[in-house]
């Protein structure tokens, strides 16, 4: 079987897919993936047929950092992916008609490459590597990170709330694709939850107890909990030198204006019992690195939490779930995105803490720390939820199923069946 995956241009989308593609691969599937620039030598160095998506897509970067509140936050970023749609119809075509592909996986926040996958006819699947914003009358509306309804207060609530969030959510990004669908010759989105139920499945890469329970999940959805991933490299050897409780900081790896929570760390945690490691891949560090800390632009993550006492991230779903997909808890700081459904999650899961980010100071980042670390009881059960779910084998079987043929609705209800055991 030939697989042709397309991603956007994040490291975080990319990253999860990975073991699902090593997967496939070691079943004997040839791999081709048109991802970001950066993410092709990796790729390649696998041995898949790698090559970038179209530069002009990748400059069309996310502008969220500049939004007021999640709910402009998410206008701003769903206006992103809206721009790239144009551009990912041409570039999915092309990279169709150089492989060959008998199935496509296309990341969820691609929606031009999704209509040319639902338009091509052959087999095609989503993944959806962070929370997703499907209503359901028993979760919070999307986008504040809203705790779970408690009583009539909290339905009254989400009653109020949910149709002024979708209207945001719609009209930030269904105008504009509607003619992108139409262009391509499939039908609009009547709604944001098309967005994510047109393809015949979706890989969704978080489990519960992480994901809130709900009955009312699309057939095609298949929770296979989180593929973490990290490029290839040896332990840095400063690593060994450490002795004291390790505390990894990790910000966004796609610009987010959130230098301001490595700041807060290193200054709230200089005076602790504990090594800190600073990971900036897109932001800059303006100050002093007290003694008991490092910054690195990026270090793999996997052997810092073989060690970590707690993780400080930015919210993003990849670090965390990585994070917590190792029992190791979790303090989060969400700065926009689906980051305050993703810190969210944390609290209400028992596995860390979660800190605003207007409300951040060092002292108040020092306190969740320090609370975080007592919750890794709750990091391990998120983690035992995630390794039950399957990961990169159960999603491999679906993928090969739904090239198959064989992919039904009770196929699915089955494979969630196996999750939830």
């Given at each position: 079987?030939?697989?042709?995956a ?9 990253f999860?897919?990975?073991?699902i593609l090593?997967e496939?691969?070691?079943r ?5 993936v048109?991802t970001?620039a950066?993410?092709v030598?990796p790729?390649?160095?696998?041995g898949?047929a ?6 002009a897509i990748e400059?069309?970067?996310?502008d969220d ?6 709910v402009g936050?998410?206008r701003r970023?769903m206006a992103t992916?809206a721009?790239?749609a144009?551009l990912?119809?041409e ?5 169709i008609?150089?492989?060959a592909?008998?199935?496509l ?6 929606f031009?490459?999704a209509?040319?996958a639902e ?11 962070y929370?997703?914003?499907?209503s ?5 509306p999307?986008?504040p990170?809203l705790?779970?309804a408690?009583g009539l207060p909290g339905r ?5 709330l949910?149709?002024?969030l ?8 269904l ?12 039908a ?7 967005l994510?139920t ?9 489990a519960?107890p992480?994901?809130?329970p709900r009955?009312d999940?699309?057939a095609?959805?298949?929770a296979?909990g989180?593929c973490?991933w990290?490029p290839?490299?040896e332990p840095?050897a400063?690593?060994?030198?450490l002795?004291?409780?390790?505390v990894?900081?990790s ?8 230098a301001a929570?490595a700041?807060?760390a290193l200054?709230?945690l200089?005076?602790?019992d504990?090594d800190v490691?600073?990971?900036m891949?897109?932001?800059a560090l303006d100050?002093?690195?007290p003694?008991?800390?490092r910054v ?6 996997a052997p810092i939490?073989?060690r ?9 779903a990849?670090?965390?779930?990585k ?6 808890p979790v303090c989060?700081v969400?700065f926009?995105r689906?980051q305050?459904?993703?810190a969210?999650?944390?609290?209400v899961?028992?596995?860390g803490?979660?800190l605003p980010?207007?409300r ?5 980042l020092r306190?969740?720390?320090r ?7 709750g990091?391990?059960r998120?983690?035992a939820g995630f390794a039950?779910a399957g990961?990169a ?15 039904t609705?009770?196929a699915?209800?089955?494979a969630?069946?196996t999750?939830a055991r």
């Open positions: 079987m030939r697989v042709l397309y991603t956007s241009p994040a490291r975080g989308h990319l999860g897919l990975v073991p090593d496939l691969a070691r004997g599937h040839a791999i081709a048109r970001l950066a993410g030598g790729l390649a160095r696998r898949f790698a090559a970038p998506i179209a530069p400059r069309l970067a996310h950092h500049r939004a007021r509140t999640p936050g998410l970023s992916f721009r790239r144009p990912e119809v570039d999915l075509r092309t990279a008609a150089a492989t592909p008998d199935v996986l296309v990341d969820a926040m691609t031009g490459a209509a040319v338009a091509d006819g052959r087999p095609w699947a989503q993944w959806m590597p929370p997703m914003p499907l359901s009358p028993v979760v919070p999307f986008a990170g705790a779970p408690r009254v609530r989400d009653r109020a949910r149709p002024v979708a209207r945001a959510y719609r009209s930030a990004a105008p504009a694709l509607g003619a992108v669908r139409s262009a391509v010759g499939v609009p989105y009547t709604s944001t939850d098309d994510f047109r393809s015949p499945l979706l890989l969704y890469l978080t519960e992480f994901e809130y009955p999940w699309p095609s959805v298949v296979v989180p973490a990290d290839p490299a840095p400063w690593l060994g030198e002795r004291r409780p390790l990894l900081v910000t966004s790896s796609e610009f987010q204006d959130d929570l700041r807060a200054d709230g200089a005076g602790e504990v490691v600073v990971t891949p897109s932001a100050g002093p690195v003694e008991n800390a690195e632009p990026f270090v793999a993550h939490l073989l970590a006492a707690c993780a400080v991230t930015h919210g993003g990849g670090v965390t779930q994070a917590l997909a190792a029992g190791v989060a969400p926009g689906d305050f459904e993703v969210r999650r944390v609290e899961a028992g596995a803490t979660r980010a207007r951040l100071t060092p002292a108040r306190a969740c720390v609370e975080a670390i007592r919750r890794r009881a990091a391990e998120v983690a039950r990961g084998p159960r999603a491999a079987d679906a993928v090969e199923a739904l090239a198959g043929g064989a992919y609705a009770s699915s209800a089955a969630r069946s999750t």
